[in-house]
């Protein structure tokens, strides 16, 4: 493990483990509000809809793709979501497992399912992953995801 990731994951854990049990309430106010930004980013990549996706986004985002480096750049956010929707149909079924807030501090685990569809000649893909949100609340009360990071359930997906 590199240095760098492995600061990342001791990061979290202590981001995590400094929110309170009760925190994780995934049917408070709060919690209702994150549930609504994490299911509204995958409604927006079902609707192939890439600037609605990025409304789902702060500005210093960074997704931790399996196997792949971090993408640290919204524009390079952007043209990943543009390959994604110019070559498959999402048809993603998502599931929220445990939502913990604290603050202005949210963090969201869950599974996504389902497809992605090749439009064209290709290959169809199955979904099988289980990801890890973490969304901080904007100036305006708006819950923006600012790292999300996710990897396939089984090894043979990878």
Known sequence: ????????WLGLGAATAAIPAH?????SPAA?????????????????DVGRV?????????????????VTERAAIRDRYDALFGGYDPKIETRIDEICVDGALAVVRGYNGGWLVAREVGRTRQLDDVYLMVLRRDSD???????LMWHPTTLSAR
């Not at 209702?32 to 990549?45: S, T, Y």
């Not at 990025?54 to 971090?70: K, N, Q, R, V």
């Not at 009360?141 to 790292?147: C, F």
Request: aromatic share 6%.
């Open 32 to 48: 209702n509000h994150v549930r609504a930004a994490a299911e509204g980013v995958v409604a927006a990549d079902n609707a192939r």
């Open 23 to 27: 925190a994780c309430d995934s049917d």
């Open 1 to 8: 493990m590199n240095t760098s990731l492995g600061i990342l």
């Open 141 to 147: 009360g708006a819950w923006l995801i600012t790292r």
């Open 54 to 70: 990025l409304t789902f986004y702060a500005d210093d985002a960074i997704l931790m793709p399996p196997g792949e480096p971090p």
